[in-house]
């Protein structure tokens, strides 16, 4: 099992930067051995999908990653296992970014479809994000 809390939503003006973390508390596998993703909904819409992040490969190259077209070029998932927190950096918002963000992690082998909600077992309770034009 893990526990997932998200911080660092609020409110910002289009066109800034806000950086939300999730922090993992694991019990059982350690943190690394999950895949990370971030959704989001907004008011009166469906959770979707913002980013997906895999393992940290043994190496030390960058993880893979994956992003919702909305996003892509403007958002940033990474992970620091040792902290056991992943970030999500949220560049140019837009008043469209304005949602709740929740973080999802799911042990990497079950991660089948990074977009898809049902390949997550565990999420965080959520932290507001409200972009003003």
């Known amino acids: 099992q893990i526990q997932l809390v998200e911080t660092g939503g609020g409110l910002v003006l289009a066109g800034n930067t806000l950086t939300l973390s999730c922090l993992a508390s694991?019990?059982?596998?350690?943190?690394?051995?999950?895949?990370v993703g971030w959704f989001r909904q907004a008011p009166g819409k469906e959770r979707e999908f913002v980013a997906f992040?895999?393992?940290?490969?043994?190496?030390?190259?960058?993880?893979?990653?994956k992003y919702a077209d909305s996003v892509k070029g403007r958002f940033e998932i990474s992970r620091d296992d040792s902290k056991k927190t992943n970030y999500l950096r949220m560049n140019s918002l837009k008043p469209e970014d304005t949602a709740a963000y929740y973080c999802a992690a799911g042990l990497a082998h079950t991660v089948v479809v990074p977009a898809g909600e049902r390949s997550y077992d565990y999420w965080g309770p959520g932290t507001q994000v409200t972009v003003s034009a």
């Open positions: 992040i895999t393992l940290s490969p043994p190496n030390g190259s960058p993880a893979n990653t």
């Open positions: 694991p019990s059982g596998r350690p943190f690394r051995t999950y895949a």
